[in-house]
T-cell receptor, first 112, second 110 residues
Framework: EAQVTQNPRYLITVTGKKLTVTCSQN?????MSWYRQDPGLGLRQIYY???????DKGDVPEGYKVSRKEKRNFPLILESPSPNQTSLYFC???????????FGPGTRLTVL | TQLLEQSPQFLSIQEGENLTVYCNSS?????LQWYRQEPGEGPVLLVT???GGEVKKLKRLTFQFGDARKDSSLHITAAQPGDTGLYLC??????????WGAGTKLIIKP
């Protein structure tokens, strides 16, 4: 089944404790991205990747890191999480950046 | 900065009623996508409109792209509880980026 998977689905952590949210797609898509979704603000792009070893900042990259060492994986790293990073996070993939986006199920992160 | 404004932000209606949600911008888009997001899930693409004036139908949902490709509407006829969700529009810009609207949260009451 073609899909984007994210782990964990739910995470409660404390300020400053490094964490990684994994994302994997099995559709051989070139393009992958991370979004955060907050009430009233819609989807805001954090980082995106056009291909392996190519990553770029989106609209709200501060406090986040990503890597794209393999085509299928695109982990999101929070080196020192803060409460303002409490949000619902989505990973998405697509054949190209402006085509249909295939979203993962989301990761709800709470930073205390 | 290109913006996509969706209206209304929230809509709660009874089953069987009709409704229209809007996606507006002052910018021209190459295409426009509509997604539906159900609670606990990621958004799923419903339709992509490409040509100015284009109308696409998906069962009881009718999507229209404005003639000038700056706006789009989603009309639902005889809404059902299964239509409940967050509806998002996303526009493809001239430099091949996607711009997202903030969404319309729709609740259909039985």
């Amino acid at each position: 089944e073609a899909q984007v998977t994210q782990n964990p689905r739910y995470l409660i952590t404390v300020t400053g404790k490094k964490l990684t949210v994994t994302c994997s797609q099995n559709m051989n898509h070139e393009y992958m991205s991370w979004y955060r979704q907050d009430p009233g603000l819609g989807l805001r792009q954090i980082y995106y990747s056009m291909n392996v070893e190519v990553t770029d900042k989106g609209d709200v990259p501060e406090g986040y890191k990503v890597s794209r060492k393999e085509k299928r994986n695109f982990p999101l790293i929070l080196e020192s999480p803060s409460p303002n990073q409490t949000s619902l996070y989505f990973c998405a993939s697509s054949p190209v950046n402006y085509n249909e986006q295939f979203f993962g199920p989301g990761t709800r992160l709470t930073v205390l | 900065t290109q913006l996509l404004e969706q209206s209304p932000q929230f809509l709660s209606i009874q089953e069987g009623e009709n409704l229209t949600v809007y996606c507006n911008s002052s910018s021209v888009f190459s295409s426009l996508q509509w997604y539906r997001q159900e609670p606990g899930e990621g958004p799923v693409l419903l339709v992509t409109v490409v040509t100015g004036g284009e109308v696409k139908k998906l069962k009881r949902l009718t999507f229209q792209f404005g003639d000038a490709r700056k706006d789009s509407s989603l009309h639902i006829t005889a809404a059902q509880p299964g239509d409940t969700g967050l509806y998002l529009c996303a526009g493809e810009t001239s430099n091949y980026q996607l711009i997202w609207g903030a969404g319309t949260k729709l609740i259909i009451k039985p």
